[in-house]
């Protein structure tokens, strides 16, 4: 991608918000984590290791990387992951302190201290005993973002076993890969939770999931959320609550080998057999706590904290879970979706919880973009001091909007840039250090090691595009795909041998920091100019009528490829302008931006876009739309009734 016309709008971002000399003063991140993880970073995520988790028993040998790509971190120590985010806390005296702010969407709600968090999985471990778990056994969790949810994965972490969390909107037949593919004994569920105002159910699916009667899953444990009639089956389903009762509080946390698997999380959108990454415990623990303590300054003692994500997804298992709790963090969990019951939602939450630290995807902050900055206006965001991104890369104008209407014009934002298989955060700024810029994810955090390639290998240098490498290994790296270690080396080692290759494009600016141009296959070759999505989409949306776009390369017979755009007007713009004009108008702001080359050959006005729901737009579907193909694989949209709707606009 070095011969990409670099003259757009994102990648020529002028502005700069240092850190304000209060927030560095009492920042928790200090500019001597760099200085220590460059002069010997094995020794410093050594000292990470020791400073931030208990060891049941200490380890000597830091890293053996003497079979790559199979890295061993800590292999000689030993630990409890759930002892580390639940029991040491009480031991320490903070047993009064609230792990957990639960808030339901029908606006119940409950304060979880860590002392009964503890007793609550205490119990949980005693019931999965009782169902035959033992250290390594697999257990899948398909249920809503309630409370449960949490206390079942940190009960299969305690006995050493492996969960496989499966996001609640998954179908019966996407559930039945995940248990095949992992050979589960247990299922976890709920017989529904509530999402847009009423109740949706779970339990069909696993019923539907198990119906033939193939799997080993020998016990379905159903917490009672939704109140949605279920069917039963005698010897097979059991209700959490019935189950829970007969239970000791009594558990003593066994030390498990640091290389002991954790997870299994599958990534989604892949065709074919399931693709299994594979986290262990101690890595991977490490480098989840120290990213949560110092990319969000997180002081445990005063700040409320709340990360959107699911627990289906990696963000939610590393910044939900294990990483706030390893640090002993007060965190909100909201089951629902941010519009119901009304648009505020999410923002009237921040207020009653007096969040400070809050992070979620750049798809939710241009929905809200789109909807106007009156809705959060209306509540007392003032409580907020460190605003997160995560999930794509985040336009700058998006940014912007981020730090003025939500963070009040002076909180930092960090971008944070990482992936299923890298565990944990990888590029980020750190607020008290970090001059931000809007749109870019920036620096490597302290210990990672990463650079931009050409695709023979060669570093691009400043001011250079070309694909993103991790070039040593991490604590949190994933170790494998499950059952598939062939797999894993051809998917991601096979490009550059001794690199680990992200698959996403990325620059480098003229001071060295990194962009995320998104997905290689999301860079688009349009008369023999590399154009990368990412930096188009930027243009589009810093135009003042724009809330949200997504291009994708359509095939050109006389380009080969041609930009096509599928735009969301900002509401207060709707209805205001035809679509000729619109497109008219921003085919012309585009190629003031970036250049001629860049503007879309078309660009069709859309009132949503396809989403997975982990919030990722799917690019494919609308490039198979815009070339008039049949439609691809739309199991893990959120609503599958976008694809149509846009698609009769779009053949209009």
């Known amino acids: 991608m070095s011969d990409s016309p670099q ?173 095949d593919d992992a050979d589960a004994s247990i299922v976890i569920t709920a017989d529904g939770g509530h999402r847009k105002g009423s109740v949706f159910a779970l339990k069909p699916a696993v ?93 445990p003692e005063s700040d409320v904290y709340w990360c959107t994500a699911d627990v289906g997804w990696i963000t939610g298992h590393s910044y939900v879970v294990y990483g706030p709790l390893a640090n002993g963090a007060t965190q909100v969990i909201y089951e629902g979706t941010p519009d119901t019951p009304h648009p505020g939602r999410w923002w009237e939450i921040i207020e009653k919880y007096r969040v400070s630290i809050f992070y979620t995807a750049p798809t939710a902050i241009r929905t809200f973009m789109k909807l106007g900055r009156e809705i959060p206006q209306k509540f007392d965001l003032s409580s907020l001091r460190v605003l997160g991104s995560v999930g794509e890369p985040i336009n700058p104008e998006a940014w912007m909007w981020y730090r003025d209407v939500i963070g009040g014009g002076t909180t930092p934002v960090v971008d944070t ?17 970090t001059s931000t810029k809007p749109g870019s994810a920036q620096v490597p955090i302290p210990g990672i090691s990463v650079d931009v390639v050409t695709e023979e290998g060669t570093p691009v240098g400043p001011d250079g595009s070309g694909l993103l490498v991790i070039t040593e290994p991490w604590p949190s790296m994933l170790r494998g795909i499950w059952g598939d270690p062939e797999r894993y080396q051809d998917t991601y080692w096979s490009k550059f041998g001794d690199r680990y290759f992200a698959g996403d494009g990325a620059h480098l600016d003229v001071d060295g920091d990194v962009w995320l141009l998104g997905r290689v296959d999301d860079v688009m070759n349009v008369s023999g100019h590399r154009l990368s999505t990412m930096e188009i989409e930027s243009a589009i949306v810093a135009h003042p009528m724009t809330a949200e776009a997504a291009v994708v390369g359509a095939a050109d017979e006389t380009t080969g490829q041609a930009v096509v755009a599928f735009v969301i007007l900002k509401s207060r713009f709707v209805g205001q302008l035809s679509d000729d004009e619109v497109s008219q108008q921003i085919r012309t702001w585009v190629g003031e931006q970036i250049g001629a080359i860049a503007k879309p050959r078309t660009v069709f006005v859309v009132s949503e876009l396809p989403k997975t729901r982990s919030g990722k737009i799917m690019r494919r579907l609308l490039r198979d739309i815009a070339e008039g193909r049949e439609i691809g694989d739309t199991t893990t949209l959120t609503d599958t009734t976008v694809v149509s709707t846009i698609n009769t606009a779009v053949n209009d």
């Open 7 to 179: 003259g757009g709008n994102l990648l020529h971002e002028e502005r700069r918000f240092p850190p304000s000399p209060e927030f560095q003063r009492t920042a928790v991140g200090k500019p001597e984590l760099y200085a220590a993880a460059t002069k010997d970073r094995v020794g410093f995520w050594a000292d990470q290791a020791r400073g931030l988790l208990h060891w049941h028993t200490p380890f000597t040998q830091t890293l053996d990387w003497s079979n790559p790509p199979f890295a061993r971190w800590f292999a000689d120590g030993a630990l409890n992951v759930a002892y580390n985010c639940l029991d040491r806390h009480v031991e320490a005296g903070l047993g009064n302190r609230v792990a957990l702010h639960f808030e339901g969407e029908p606006g119940d709600s409950r304060a979880i201290t860590y002392a009964e968090l503890t007793t609550e999985v205490k119990k949980a471990a005693n019931m999965l005993i009782a169902h035959g778990v033992k250290a390594g056994d697999r257990v899948i969790v398909y249920m809503p973002l309630i409370p449960e949810a949490v206390i079942a994965m940190l009960a299969v972490a305690r006995l050493g076993a492996i969960h496989s969390v499966v996001f609640g909107g998954f179908s019966a037949e996407s559930l039945r890969a995940r248990i």
């Open 207 to 299: 019923d539907q999931a198990l119906a033939d009667g193939k799997t080993n899953v020998r016990s379905v444990i159903v917490v009672k959320r939704g109140g949605n009639d279920v069917e039963w089956t005698e010897g097979l389903d059991v209700w959490w609550h019935d189950e829970i009762a007969a239970q000791s509080s009594g558990h003593t946390a066994e030390a498990f080998e640091a290389e002991n698997p954790l997870f299994i999380l599958y990534t989604s959108g892949t065709t074919g057999k399931p693709k299994g990454i594979l986290h262990t415990s101690g890595g991977y623990l490490t480098q989840a706590a120290f990213t949560h303590k110092n990319i969000f300054d997180l002081h």
């Open 417 to 433: 840039w990482w992936q299923t298989e890298t565990g944990a955060i990888m590029i980020s700024a750190l607020p008290g250090i």
